[in-house]
């Protein structure tokens, strides 16, 4: 079945370093790619989403990169904010009839001042 | 604010009692999604119902049931309860359920099972 496999974290930045959060896929087809962010006590909220191969989400300095190639969808941000710190989960919808979110592990960040 | 309100927001009950959590979804969406999340197995998704009508099943126990009633709330029943049933259940909602429709997330119930 479908599957999204995560870096493990957590990952320990300090502020205004580069953040990358490797993340790579396993579907049957052509799914949508998504990058949701938790904060501390919240819901997931959605933070880019990409459509198709070669498609960039990005929002908020954050940016993904959806490589079929590769079944990858990167996470990366030039300078990372202590507001940052949360967890971040890649995931993954397939096309046709009622599909689901899969979602990989999370990673959680932690940036220091 | 997401605009999916989710009650109770804290649960604590005992082995083998049954409780439910409830979900309003955001105004205008017809899909409700319930989701899992516990520290060793991370989000897992239990199941999905569209306009009152279960569309799709994961991994969800016998001893769980849930349902989406005509106003569009959802109910996850829980019964039986386990110390491992312990974790944060999420409730999800779209408007829709196509492949690129982003779902909108509450804040979760976090139920501890003593």
């Known amino acids: 079945g479908d599957s999204v496999t995560q870096m493990e974290g957590p990952v320990t930045l300090s502020e205004e370093a580069f953040l990358t959060i490797n993340c790579t896929y396993t579907a049957t087809g052509y799914p949508s790619l998504f990058w949701y962010v938790q904060y501390p006590g919240e819901g997931l909220q959605l933070l880019l989403k990409a459509t198709k191969a070669d498609d960039k989400g990005s929002n908020k300095g954050f940016e993904a990169t959806y490589r079929k190639e590769t079944t990858s969808f990167h996470l990366e941000k030039g300078s990372v904010q202590v507001s940052d710190s949360a967890v971040y989960f890649c995931?993954?919808?397939?096309?046709?009839?009622?599909?689901?979110?899969?979602f990989g592990t999370g990673t959680r960040l932690l940036v220091s001042p | 604010d997401s605009g999916v309100t989710q009650t109770p927001k804290h649960l604590i009950t005992a082995t083998g009692q049954r409780v439910t959590l409830r979900c309003s979804p955001r105004?205008?969406?017809?899909?409700v999604y319930w989701y899992q999340q516990s520290l060793d197995q991370g989000l897992q998704f239990l199941i999905q119902y569209y306009n009152g009508e279960e569309r799709a099943k994961g991994n969800i126990l016998e001893r769980f049931s849930a349902q989406q009633f005509p106003d569009l709330h959802s109910e996850l029943n829980l019964s039986s309860l386990e110390l491992g049933d312990s974790a944060l259940y999420f409730c999800a909602s779209s408007p829709t359920t196509g492949q690129n429709t982003e779902a909108f997330f509450g804040q979760g119930t976090r139920l501890t099972v003593v």
């Open positions: 105004s205008g969406d017809l899909s």
């Open positions: 995931a993954l919808r397939e096309g046709g009839g009622f599909q689901k979110l899969v």
